[in-house]
């Protein structure tokens, strides 16, 4: 059985457009769970997206 890697969730920063991984907070049968970043490394901004609703955020 071939391993497959774990695509972890991206969040966008609604203030600066810059994509994060999200944190690893649990490990269940399914696969990892992720958690938003408190903030952004760039400019300090809290609101993010998924990057799968990203073109749908209303700016």
Avoid: L, N
């Avoid at 999200?22 to 696969?31: F, N, P, Q, Y």
């Amino acid at each position: 059985m071939a391993h497959t890697p774990e695509i972890p969730e991206k969040y966008v920063c609604t203030a600066c457009q810059v994509v994060h991984v999200g944190t690893v907070s649990a490990h269940t049968d399914a696969g990892y769970r992720y958690e938003v970043p408190e903030t952004c490394g760039c400019c300090g901004g809290t609101e993010f997206v998924s990057e799968s609703e990203w073109p749908h955020a209303d700016r």
